[in-house]
């Protein structure tokens, strides 16, 4: 199952407009980046409310929930989700299931909140139960106008049905939550096969070293019952104990007027069910030393459990469930982190992955569809910028190597240039072309920008073939990109000019610089010429460099100020890159 559209209307930084988002069925995890207070929890606490996994009663929700404090509008939460979920009518019919939805309401100072179940044409699915009851049972009018208003609640349908959908949210604050063998967690949801073999009677005692010979042969559940008996009947009670279950017995016989002797009143486990969602691992490290629960442990060894959990998950490959993390770097050495995602990348290819992150390590630029940005244009307002079908420019060849897909590409990329994620990240981007370039107008820039604390990224395109990847990305997210590359071309010459116009110096250049003007033509088309500066003809030769390497552009610009550079080297540090940098 996965979630396939999300509505949110005035819920907290979301508008009284609406937003929409719409989640492809594709084999990678989703991420959801943005500055800080851009609205990311917002939206993950959405899809819990509207799904139900966050349950909702009367003090759920307050004034502070409603956008801008707006509460003569409600709170509009839509869910989508696929498959639908099969849902029996009293009238030995069917319905689906495919929409969850949340609305809340303030009306005189109280707030209600009302969950609905709706199908593919958006018509409420009523309760089942509650239709059977009206039909049968005589009530009075009041009693009939309580029932009427309960059945448009649908509040039970949506409790009822919520179980359906196979979610699991994982936060790091209550991380320990998933070390429970409960239905809701991840360690019980791979224990469950593990609980059907033993709840089996064909799952029998084997004969080993500690088992008592006429337990051999036995199921196991069997024999776990018998021994809970024992522990309850033989075991547990104690004179005193056995004297306070009569006292209290015995009164309530007497208040209540009980005389049916088989009346009793017992002490001791809780039902086979309530047992087994309460085993935990434990760890020892010796003979002579106590067993320590996992939840004693930092939260570091917690989410590397997790992470097991996760990858027999993975491993049972039966899928189709929803994953929803919130900051899954959180608590993760940075190498670590690498191989976390590598891991929910693996996780999304039966199953929906969704979360929220800060770091580079769990966004694939070259996958846009994978990545959902929000921005807060005016502070209180949340926008969402997510292309559900986008697709970027991906070079057939880098220089003679073939590239054969976009995952192909990615890897090549992120192997070559490791801070490339950081463009969803920045508020503007400078892209140059080579390491080079990067070395030299970070010296430059650093002498008097805190290119960090600005939120601006220098990042290498390794060679024009990719800069017009990289510029597409930069567009399609609204990140503010100057693009910097060798002109590579002896003669200087207009490059905005198409090679077959008539204006164009094309026929006279070599084949080599041909290929150049093409080259430059295609990525100032893409770029915009306002956004682009060429190097002529190449970085050394604007910082007049003989001895091509990084230690020389480092001595040129090191130690100079910005004013400094520009004077001296007029050709490599001009006005619109000093506009760009610093407005």
């Known amino acids: 199952m996965r979630i396939e559209k999300i509505f949110i209307k005035n819920f907290r930084s ?77 009238y030995n019919q069917f319905r689906n299931i495919e929409k969850f939805n949340l609305s ?38 009041e009693q009939i106008d309580i029932l009427n208003q309960h059945l448009k609640q649908g509040a039970q349908t949506a409790y009822k049905w919520k179980d359906k959908v196979p979610l699991y949210f994982i936060e790091p604050i209550l991380i320990h939550n998933h070390l429970k063998a409960n239905r809701n967690s991840l360690l019980g949801k791979v224990l469950l096969e593990i609980r059907k073999e033993f709840e089996s009677k064909d799952t029998k005692i084997e004969n080993k070293e500690g088992v008592l010979s006429h337990h051999v042969g036995q199921p196991n559940v069997d024999v776990f019952e018998k021994m809970l008996n024992y522990i309850e009947k033989q075991v547990i009670p104690t004179p005193k104990l056995e004297a306070l279950t009569n006292q209290i017995k015995d009164t309530i016989k007497e208040e209540l007027e ?110 846009p569809q994978s990545i959902i940005k929000l921005k807060t244009p005016n502070i209180t307002k949340t926008e969402i910028i997510h292309h559900p079908n986008a697709k970027i420019y991906i070079p057939e060849t880098l220089e003679e190597y073939k590239v054969k897909n976009i995952d192909d590409f990615a890897l090549y990329m992120k192997t070559l240039e490791p801070n490339l994620g950081n463009i969803i990240f920045a508020k503007k981007v400078m892209i140059v072309e080579g390491p080079h370039d990067v070395l030299g107008y970070r010296t430059v820039f650093s002498s008097e920008i805190n290119l960090e604390y600005n939120n601006i990224s220098i990042v290498a395109a390794w060679g024009k073939d990719t800069l017009k990847s990289i510029i597409q990305l930069c567009k399609l997210f609204e990140i503010s990109y100057f693009v910097v590359h060798d002109f590579d071309i002896i003669n200087d010459c207009d490059i905005t000019i198409p090679k077959e116009d008539s204006k164009s110096v094309y026929s006279s250049l070599d084949t080599v610089e041909k290929a150049q003007y093409t080259k430059n033509y ?35 610009l090191s130690g100079k100020t910005i004013t400094e550079v520009y004077n001296e080297f007029p050709a490599f540090l001009t006005d619109r890159i000093i506009k760009f940098m610093k407005k």
């Open 522 to 556: 295609n990525i100032a088309k893409e770029a915009g010429i306002d956004n682009i500066h060429h190097n002529k003809p190449n970085l050394e030769g604007v910082l007049n460099i003989t001895n091509k390497g990084s230690v020389s552009v480092y001595e040129n």
């Open 258 to 367: 009980i005389d049916d002797e088989n009346f009793d009143l017992e002490f001791g486990f809780p039902s086979i069910d309530s047992f087994y969602n309460n085993l935990e691992f434990f760890i020892k490290e010796s003979e002579d030393k106590p067993k320590l629960p996992i939840t004693r442990y930092g939260n570091g060894f917690i989410f590397l459990f997790v992470i097991s959990l996760i990858k027999a998950i993975i491993e049972s490959k039966k899928g189709g469930n929803i994953f929803i993390i919130e900051e899954p770097e959180t608590f993760l050495h940075e190498n670590y982190q690498d191989y976390f995602y590598k891991l929910l990348e693996k996780l999304a290819d039966n199953n929906q992955v969704i979360y929220t992150t800060h770091s580079k390590k769990f966004v694939n630029l070259f996958e």
């Open 104 to 141: 809340v309401s303030m009306t005189d100072g109280e707030i209600e909140s009302q969950h609905y179940c709706r199908d593919g044409d958006n018509n409420q699915i009523f309760t089942p139960m509650a239709l059977k009851r009206g039909k049968e049972l005589k009530f009075t009018e």
């Open 14 to 90: 979301f508008d009284n407009d609406g937003v929409e988002l719409t989640l492809p069925n594709i084999k990678k995890p989703f991420s959801i980046v943005g500055h800080n207070n851009s609205g990311k929890s917002n939206l993950i606490n959405a899809i819990l409310y509207g799904l139900y996994h966050k349950s909702t009663s009367y003090n759920t929700f307050d004034k502070n929930d409603f956008h801008n404090l707006d509460t003569d509008k409600n709170i509009e939460i839509d869910i989508s989700i696929s498959p639908p979920i099969l849902c029996p009518t009293m």
